[in-house]
């Protein structure tokens, strides 16, 4: 499971241009799937088949991740950029940035006295080119590019990577599809896209779904990676989150309910998680058609939205074995 975490946090694919993570999660479990699709919107789409029809489940885990889009080129070859999702100048400055072609980058920005924190619009991305001719033959307006940092192990089983978020969701319903003994229900398993610049792809998936329940499986912080004032309980290594509310949704509470029960009964750690800020695919498949019950299993991770983002693989271990439980068991339905 670290090596498949490992593995996925080195793929490419920003929110827009997932075709090539999309590739990779489809390639690793068609062999498992009673039916893998992709829509309109480019999310991967795998079925598998229940011991009943009666019902559908619907899991979302979004595959994009955040990233820079090139806006324009300068006559010195350097470019100016927008952010998909939230991207910090701090975070940013002085990394390296690789584009889908290959092509690394150095972000910087201009001025001795500009901070770190200052303004986007005086950051830009050096290729090495010294003209708009040059850096034109690698990079064109619209391109992406993501952090370009390798994945760690730490101590006590502990993962630190660019992209935890949120591909170590997707590498646990990948193992679900796998490894899974028994499916009560049809269940989707969605790898959606564009959810870090607002949810999109899981929208339209669900309205292709209309599941009867809805899970999204994301990341979410513990306080060392926020603001320590705030006294979140979640911590590092205590179990999976099971969403009560973020910024974005009040969770169903049946399905926060049917998700609690199932840990309880199955003896899985949990924690329990409402936050104020933040956002899921939840929030997405919840207002779909007239309305979907939707809860989240959270994956608590330290860094957000960084080169270092770190998990513990216990709860990631802990994750998979309530996401499979609630495959088994039909969620309650
Ligand atoms: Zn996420």
New binding site residues.
Partial sequence: MKDLVMELTGVFGPSGDESIICEYISEAVKDYADDIRTDALGNLIVYKKGLSSEKKIMFAA?MDSIGLMVTYIEDNGCMRFTVLGGVAPAVIANQKVIFKNGIVGVVSYEGKDCSSTGPMEKFYIDIGTSSREETSEFVSQGDTCVYFAPSAELANDMLASPYI??RVSCAILMECIKSVKEVKYDTYFVFTTQ??VGMRGAKAAAFGIMPDIGIAV??TIVPEAINPVRNSVLQLGAGPAIKIKDHSVVCSPMVKDMLVDIALKEGIPYQLEIIEFGG?DTAAIQLTGAGIPAGCISIPIRYVHTMSETVSMVDVENALTLVSKVVETGAGL
């Fill in positions: 979004h978020d949120n959810e870090e994301d990341v899921c």
